[in-house]
């Protein structure tokens, strides 16, 4: 029996998505980007600092990292509570000593609970992107719009309340959002958003409001995919990284300037047997002339001035 033609029949069949979101991009047929003092990769450093209500929401879905085990589950709450007393505060600490500015992705209840913690990131000279609200707080298609609305509002007003700046970028849980999220975030706002992982630069992005910059913020080399999920060492992490760099360099020689995203999870590489790696991974990166370390909102504005 053959085949019905109709079966192979796609009316959006096409170069790139689905979509009108952006067009198909040749990687290394782009105009070359020069970055700041002739560096030849980025390091973009993004933590996110989270809150987990210490009862899971499962709708949409339950985020990643949330309770596990009946509740109440204090196991798990004090093991995530752990990156915003001790794990934060030892990234933050290996990134000064190399002189670097970062971003870090916030639950905007971390702002109303933790003030002085907030405090101590603004006064490093990091930037703050918002992260919802706390880790109830996932987007997802068939939320009510009205709904998702309201929280992304809650989030920047909050954030903006404590640093007295509105952040300009956002992070979704999980890198999830729904068919109107770009929209929202264009209406409140935002210059960019981090949730879209299909590139290694920031890439222009259109919806029904205007248009946002999307600045891919890579699943695969985060320390929750690597050492949680893969559940590999430290020392792998560290060997990824820097190969990722090394090779981006090389693409850098004839392509360009690029750019490499570094997700950072407080309760997993802020513990005491990780972090030593950490911190010569970061002084290594430091040393070479050719690496730079960037917040998410200085790289859009260099992108951007070069379009």
């Known amino acids: 029996m053959s085949l019905d033609p109709a079966y192979l029949e796609y009316p959006k069949r096409r170069r790139g998505m689905d979509h009108d979101y952006y067009p198909y991009s040749n990687f290394f047929e782009r105009k070359p980007l020069q970055w700041p003092d002739a560096k030849k990769l980025l390091v973009w450093p993004v933590i996110s600092l989270e809150y987990f209500p ?18 109440p589950d204090y196991r798990h709450y004090t093991a995530r509570e752990y990156g915003t007393r001790i794990g934060i505060y030892r990234l933050l600490g290996a990134f000064e000593k190399v002189g670097a500015r970062i971003s870090v992705a916030i639950n905007s209840v971390i702002a109303e609970r933790y003030p002085e913690l907030i405090r101590d990131i603004v006064a490093g000279g990091h930037e703050i992107i918002a992260h919802s609200t706390d880790m109830n707080g996932t987007i997802a298609s068939g939320m009510d719009v009205a709904e998702e609305r309201i929280l992304i509002i809650r989030s920047l007003d909050a954030l903006e309340k404590a640093t007295g700046t509105r952040p300009r970028g956002w992070l979704s849980i999980a890198r999830s959002q729904s068919f109107h999220t770009a929209r929202l975030l264009v209406e409140a706002g935002v210059d960019y958003m ?24 890579n699943h695969e080399l985060s320390d929750r995919q690597i050492i949680n999920v893969q559940q590999q060492s430290v020392d792998s992490y560290t060997q990824q990284m820097t190969d990722a760099a090394n090779w981006l360099i090389g693409e850098a020689e004839t392509s360009g300037g690029r750019m490499m995203p570094m ?21 290594d990166f430091a040393e070479r002339p050719d690496i730079g370390f960037s917040r998410g909102d200085t790289i859009i504005d260099n992108w951007d001035a070069q379009q």
């Open 54 to 71: 210490m009862v899971p929401s499962d709708d949409p879905f339950r985020a990643p990292g949330h309770m596990q085990t009946a509740y």
């Open 194 to 217: 981090c949730d879209w992982v299909n590139d290694e630069l920031p890439y222009a992005f259109q919806t029904e409001a205007g248009p946002i910059t999307n600045l891919p913020l």
């Open 263 to 283: 997700h950072l999870t407080p309760y997993i590489m802020g513990l005491p047997y990780r972090i030593a790696a950490f911190e010569r991974l970061i002084a």
